[in-house]
């Protein structure tokens, strides 16, 4: 059977992995994940190790981001093996501007089915300056999506405090915004929208059905903490956050991400979760 053929059942799993209660739409079962950049060392050291710790702290699905991109066929599937034992999903994964060109997004492509996934992600974009570069950034990304919907997969684009970041009273996210298919996901990331000084409850609210998942990761003003707080420690007004994401943002899974804190990798993934789980039911 060909790598094609095998990607292609993957994906027919895609929506039966999804929990049931997200497909219907109830809130209460929206799944919690770790953007693996969170704990990017003991990744680098044992990825399968660190995949089987991250489950055992509680969470029921993973990020993968840029170095998956150099695992061949093999690598993939063992990884997607250890999530079915785990009961881990890998609901989309981060990649590099390049890695979605014409040239490799049939590669992305098979490997994200391979992993069962439903979104494949731009992390980031340097484009030309002014905002006629971000919307070439939006042109890459409809153009990405009509490689991918044939197979059923999404694109997605994750924003830092760039895109957030006026350029001549224009911000780069709605360019992005609006110049993108309505199917194309805009991943928040709440921490670089705080920073860049920018409402992520306004944002949510003012894209409908699109803000599919969001990385929680938190933001202190305090120039000596910034993004090393903890989930619950910073900024984020998380209780109206989770509620504009329920409840019109069209959130599917939730993704913590921490980039460094006082506790080691695991520790802090661990805390996270913690405090996520009791925020969320407040």
Known sequence: MSFRELSRRSFLHVSAMLPGAVRAGVTSAIPVGLELYSVREELKRDPENTVRAVAQVGY??????????????????????????????CYSTHNDYASLAPDKINRARDL???LGCKYVVMASAQPAPGIDGWRVVAESLNLAEQRLESVGLKAGYHNHQVEFTPVNDVRPMEI???????SVMLQLDVGTCLQAGADPVAWIRGNPGRIRSLHCKDWSPEKSKGYTVLFGEGAADWKAIFNAAENGGGV??????????????LETARKCLATFRVKHAA
């Open 60 to 89: 029921q699905c993973v990020e993968f981001y840029a170095p998956y991109f150099e695992w061949n066929e093999t690598q993939a599937k063992q990884m997607k093996k250890l999530m079915d034992e785990l009961g881990v999903r």
């Open 252 to 265: 599917e899974y939730y993704l913590v991400e921490q980039e460094g804190s006082r506790f080691s990798e």
């Open 176 to 182: 992005l915004a609006e110049n993108t298919n309505p």
């Open 112 to 114: 994200n089915l391979i």
